[in-house]
């Protein structure tokens, strides 16, 4: 079974304007972390942004924020005022305990920021 | 800077091949890892390490293995190249073990099986 969900393969955004990644996960686990990290056209993956599945506030970072809803299962990136350096593909990761720390990614969201 | 070199950006095999992947790191970071990287599906693990000549099967490791003689190096080996495995490859590191862990990526293998 995917334990990391991405439903939306691409998607485009105006400059300046904010927009949405969607990622739901499955696990059983009472303690897991989620990931989010950035892949440039140049192929190399940025870390983004980390919430822990204990943390009583979304976590922040710059212009991303993640909106965590455990009871839902997801995890969804907000980036704000999107510039074009931020056409990317996106992906989401989670690690378990019960998964031996390993991370595991979803598909991946490709976003396009128009001028 | 921390880093994750990976020896090619570009790599074309021919089918039936011995073909070396190298990875090494610079964070003396005990977990290393190999992933591909295909359209639609994510990245998926193919072998892990957790220390020297420690390896573990990931989730896809047909046609795979690994070597890890030095801290610093992880090597993925297809004993005999197949057009399947034609993949972005990526090697990752990390340090110790908890959920919040940063894993640090190498910028990516592109191999091409013909």
């Known amino acids: 079974a995917q334990k990391i969900t991405q439903t939306q393969p691409g998607m485009f955004v105006q400059e300046k304007e904010a927009v949405t990644l969607d990622c739901t996960y499955d696990t059983s686990d009472p303690s897991y972390g989620l990931f989010w990290y950035k892949q440039p056209s140049s192929g190399e993956m940025i870390f983004l942004i980390y919430?822990?599945?204990?943390?009583?506030q979304n976590a922040t970072e710059g212009r991303y924020s993640l909106n965590f809803q455990k009871a839902r299962k997801s995890a969804n990136l907000v980036i704000s005022a999107s510039q074009l350096g931020d056409s990317a593909m996106y992906f989401c990761?989670?690690?378990?305990?019960?998964?031996?720390?390993?991370?595991?990614f979803g598909a991946g969201t490709t976003v396009t920021v128009r001028a | 800077d921390v880093k994750v070199t990976q020896s090619s950006r570009y790599l074309v095999k021919r089918t039936g091949e011995k073909v070396f992947l190298e990875c090494v790191q610079d964070?003396?970071?005990?977990?290393m890892f190999w992933y591909r990287q295909d359209p639609g599906l994510g990245l998926r693990l193919i072998y892990f390490s957790y220390d020297v000549k420690m390896k573990e099967k990931g989730d896809i490791p047909e046609g795979y293995s690994v070597s890890r003689e030095k801290k610093e190096r992880f090597s993925l080996i297809l004993e005999s190249a197949s057009t399947n495995q034609t993949s972005m490859y990526l090697c990752a590191s990390s340090a110790g073990q908890g959920l919040n862990t940063e894993a640090f990526f190498g910028q990516g293998t592109r191999l091409t099986v013909v």
């Open positions: 919430q822990g599945s204990y943390d009583q």
């Open positions: 964070m003396d970071h005990e977990n």
């Open positions: 990761a989670m690690r378990e305990v019960s998964n031996d720390y390993k991370l595991s």
